[in-house]
């Protein structure tokens, strides 16, 4: 029983290139959650999102950051045109349940974002 | 924000000794959760406390939660040095998304 995947574990990108980070939920888990830690930092949150839908994306900057979940695939977050302040670990979790759902989140072991 | 702190920062023990760890936040809550994250791997779940209870126990861990102070303490006992990792506090508003916020963590070194 597979856990949360992430790939690619890591990423070296050039300011103004693309950024494309990947995340498989758990088997049987429908909502997903993407978290950035910058170094020596706790993790902030970025979005919520379930099949086909985001529901909670508060914590997403308002530009060049994108997220999705398809009915069918992994949900991917997109960074576009990448500068230097987006180097961080992103780390992707599920959670089995609907709207309401206040427990355990499963964690992958992140995405390591370097842009040089 | 309601973010939770933890305190402290980073706390270095012997092997067989006990360590303590606190977390303070700011709105109601409905649960809070401890993770663990060793160094450049994912969070680990560890516990979970509800707003109704006041302590439990998972093994070596030991976890209180005072609402009135909005604080929470994370006890590890008897050490070791495969105990070495940060520890997060985690917590969900209520009425709030289904998101949990993380504090800053305090990272732990249990030296053999």
Redesign the interface.
């Known amino acids: 029983n597979a856990g ?1 995947m992430q790939n690619p574990r890591h990423l070296v990108r050039r300011r103004g290139q693309e950024a494309r980070l990947r995340c498989s939920p758990m088997k049987g888990h429908s ?1 997903v ?1 993407w ?1 950035r830690q910058l170094p020596e ?5 970025m979005v ?1 999102l379930q099949k086909e839908n985001i ?2 994306e ?2 997403m900057p308002k530009e060049r950051f994108s997220a999705e979940f398809p009915k069918e695939g992994p949900s991917i977050l997109r960074i576009q045109q990448v500068v230097r302040g987006d180097s961080a670990a992103y ?1 992707c ?1 599920s ?1 089995p349940s609907g ?12 995405s390591r974002l370097t842009v040089l | 924000s309601q ?1 939770g702190e933890e305190d402290p920062q980073a706390l270095s023990i012997q092997e067989g000794e006990n360590a303590t760890m606190n977390c303070s936040y700011k709105t109601s809550i ?2 809070l ?1 401890w ?1 663990r994250q060793n160094s450049g ?5 560890l516990i ?1 406390i509800r707003s109704n209870e006041r302590e439990k126990h998972s093994g070596r861990l030991r976890v209180t939660l005072d609402t009135s102070k909005k604080s929470s303490s994370l006890l590890i006992t008897a050490s070791r040095a495969a105990d070495t990792a940060s520890y ?1 506090c985690a917590t ?1 508003a209520t009425g709030g ?9 305090t990272k732990l070194t249990v030296n053999p």
């Open positions: 949360v909502h959650y978290y930092e706790g993790l902030k949150f919520y529901i909670d508060s914590g780390f979790a959670s709207r309401g759902y206040t427990g355990e989140l499963f964690f992958g072991e992140g | 973010q409905n649960n959760q993770y791997r994912g969070l680990v779940h979970l997060f969900d998304s289904e998101k949990l916020v993380f504090g800053k963590g």
